[in-house]
T-cell receptor
Framework: LAKTTQPISMDSYEGQEVNITCSHN???????ITWYQQFPSQGPRFIIQ???TKVTNEVASLFIPADRKSSTLSLPRVSLSDTAVYYC????????????FGKGTHLIIQP | AAGVIQSPRHLIKEKRETATLKCYPI?????VYWYQQGPGQDPQFLIS???????DKGSIPDRFSAQQFSDYHSELNMSSLELGDSALYFC?????????????FGPGTRLLVL
């Protein structure tokens, strides 16, 4: 499984756009990039997934450059409720494989 | 929409006791995953089942066993509990074996071993 590297923590303010970058230098051809969000004492929640270029949904955008060795999760206009741990995961997801959570990014949003 | 149900939500046990955690997947989901998250740690994958058969195995201790039943619910059995087993245990479910299926996590069972 491709290893991922993310910042340990980030701070921002309400209303700002937050970008969290994840490095995955040895990503395989079949691998997708998936981001999960986790609040304290709650189960992780799927945010967004992509393979290449840009993916956007109602909560976030995911930017993936052509070499796919990194990806950036973009959260527009964050609020205090976006304070959470964000995990970047890389894998092909087949065969009911378990997810490998690395060290996520603790995002703290201040008023 | 229906979510993953886990029971109990909280459990207190003593060392060397046994515990059974239950997981009810989202309706029509046929794949179940178990994760363990210790205090201040990231979730660690334990084991998964697809159509009642073990599919993938992670860092599940030999003292733990799990199974998936005909109604797709799953149980994680933990024996000879140790202090270090105190953690949040999450169950997740998904549908099928198609690559990149999203896993939906339950609220977790908080186990405290005294």
């Amino acid at each position: 499984l491709a290893k991922t590297t993310q910042p340990i923590s980030m701070d921002s303010y309400e209303g700002q756009e937050v970008n969290i970058t994840c490095s995955h230098n040895n990503i395989a051809t079949n691998d997708y990039i998936t981001w999960y969000q986790q609040f304290p004492s709650q189960g992780p929640r799927f945010i967004i997934q992509g393979y290449k270029t840009k993916v956007t949904n109602e909560v976030a955008s995911l930017f993936i450059p052509a070499d796919r060795k990194s990806s950036t999760l973009s959260l527009p206009r964050v609020s205090l409720s976006d304070t959470a741990v964000y995990y970047c995961l890389v894998g092909d997801g087949g065969g009911a494989d378990g997810l490998t959570f690395g060290k996520g990014t603790h995002l703290i949003i201040q008023p | 929409a229906a979510g993953v149900i886990q029971s109990p939500r909280h459990l207190i046990k003593e060392k060397r006791e046994t515990a059974t955690l239950k997981c009810y997947p989202i309706p029509r989901h046929d794949t179940v995953y178990w994760y363990q998250q210790g205090p201040g740690q990231d979730p660690q994958f334990l084991i998964s089942f697809y159509e009642k058969m073990q599919s993938d195995k992670g860092s599940i201790p030999d003292r733990f066993s799990a199974q998936q039943f005909s109604d797709y619910h799953s149980e994680l059995n933990m024996s000879s509990l140790e202090l270090g087993d105190s953690a949040l245990y999450f169950c997740a479910s998904s549908f099928g074996l198609v690559g990149q299926e999203t896993q939906y996590f339950g609220p977790g069972t908080r186990l405290l071993v005294l």
